[in-house]
């Protein structure tokens, strides 16, 4: 294995699917590497050089590749049921691997999507046509996924906030997450403004977001940092935008604190709006001026890639503000990793009738690729629906 300098110095190249299917052997847990800087302080720079380190390297680059994002769809089971619930479906095992099937199946969608995040059951499941839900993912190009966190609890001590459990046990999920074809983990943890948001509630955030990526980069899987600050409130963009910095420097301290591997993960955030019952609008332009801004203060180059959730905006509302910040060049991948952004009108268009299928795949693949579009700065707006377009006249956007 090559050393830890030897991998932050040279490129890699992007992962063969060969490397990441199903059945690899679990190799040695990681190593330490310390690099002495000079001899007045030998232990100024220590660098984590895992056995896995250029693999994550490159499974970073394969997911954050030009053009290309993350489905995001490891709702729980207990998430899918309203999902489900929404369209007259009964919350069971069979409706549930219906949908996935239809998901993971549509014809081209790894032109579009580089990465897909599981819900463990989905990890394990196998399509309607009884072939393995991995197997599909990887014929198509994309890179699976597994969520890892186990929820959001209340957080003693603090103003009524959340923490996020999982990390009791995470070493040999996370191994046996590997095992079954992962090559990726994600761990969503939330701020809220109107709550505080409280120190205690920041550095709990920061701290289990870092414990959860090193732990998952030992095992193989490069770990989605997702710190999301909730729309919850009235604050406005600037409230968000001093919140966003206060967490992500936060975030940065404990993942270096904790000798993550930079270039061996991807950052998950939420955009820079204002809060949802603010009374002030902002442009696609504006979240991406703050947005972008944040980003260049708070997140080190070495990061391959930046995919931002959705957050609760509507799909074209998501679509334009990420189109909005790949207007200029980026040091990192701006891309997207999202859930009901891709899948509302995909959901809706099946509404559980096998004969919907074929158009709700359609809906999809329609999505993902103005996404693929915004992504590279490309997007029009062409083809979006009648409803959509009224709906941001409403809101004052424009193309």
Known sequence: MASASATLLKSSTILDKSEWVKGQSLRQASIVSVARCNSINPSA??????????????TAKTVASPG????????SNATAGKRLDSIGLENTEANRQAYRTLLVSAPGLGNYISGAILFEETLYQSTVDGKKIVDVLVEQN?????????GLVPLVGSNDESWCQGLDGLASRTAAYYQQGARFAKWRTVVSI?????????KEAAWGLARYAAISQDNGLVPIVEPEILLDGEHNIERNFEVAQKVWAEVFFYLAENNVLFEGIL???SMVTPGAES????????VADYTLKLLRRRVPSAVPGIMFLSGGQSEVEATLNLNAMNQSPNPW???FSYARALQNTTLKTWGGRAENVKAAQDALLFRAKSNSLAQLGKYTGEGESDEANKELFVKGYSY
């Open 267 to 269: 950052l998950k955030p």
């Open 279 to 286: 009374k002030e609008r902002a442009t696609p332009q504006q």
């Open 68 to 75: 290309r994002g993350i489905l995001a769809m490891d709702e």
């Open 45 to 58: 720079l220590t660098i984590r050089a895992g056995s896995y380190a250029d693999e994550l390297v490159k």
């Open 194 to 202: 109107p709550n505080g948001p409280s120190a205690l509630a920041v």
């Open 142 to 150: 994309i890179v699976p996924g597994i969520k890892v966190d186990k």
């Open 333 to 335: 991948h701006v891309s």
